[in-house]
């Protein structure tokens, strides 16, 4: 059943950082890393919201009930020679999936990068997340098969940027 009618989007704002971090621990929680989060709502409301926002967020309501959220931010593509915007996290409380909700919020991401000039769009999904991956496929994303994500954190990180 979809309940079109009863869902919006909106762009978060600094009071809604409590229902952007239970999402990203909600997220975690259903892909299995809940260990590693180490953000706080009080770090989110400074790098959300501060003087230089380091990403944006959008909620997804059915009625009045934030149901979803999509985090992103501005990449750049050199082959392109123009920004795209790559989708950080997209997170729908399992009650309120299937019913156009993720949809609504990835078209509504899409709205921005065309109305940006953007050149595309791009998210990660694991490896497991089967259900994820049917959805991204239904509307037409590709996977990326021939290239691997590469990540630098925390020691690897700083000892690398110790040699500059």
């Not at 309940?3 to 600094?14: G, Y």
């Not at 809604?16 to 989060?37: N, Q, R, S, T, W």
């Not at 999509?70 to 990449?75: G, L, S, T």
Request: net charge negative.
């Amino acid at each position: 059943m979809v309940i079109d009618s009863a869902l919006r989007i909106a762009a978060a704002t600094k009071a809604d950082v409590p229902v952007i971090f239970g999402m990203i621990k909600a997220l975690a929680d259903y892909e299995k890393m809940a260990d590693e989060v180490v953000a706080t709502e009080a770090g989110l409301r400074d790098v959300l919201f501060g003087p230089r926002p380091a990403a944006e967020v959008v909620i997804g309501y059915v009625g009045d009930e934030a149901a979803g959220i999509a985090i992103f931010f501005p990449n750049f593509s050199t082959f392109l020679g123009r920004p795209g915007l790559y989708l950080e996290d997209l997170f729908v409380y399992p009650k309120w999936r299937g019913k156009g909700l993720g949809r609504m919020l990835l078209s509504h991401l899409a709205r921005i990068a065309v109305d940006r000039g953007y050149g595309r769009m791009e998210w990660s999904v694991l490896d497991w997340n089967e259900p994820a991956i049917g959805f991204y496929r239904s509307l037409g994303a590709q996977a990326m098969d021939e290239w691997t994500v590469h990540r630098l954190a925390g020691d690897s990180l700083r000892t690398l940027a110790a040699r500059s």
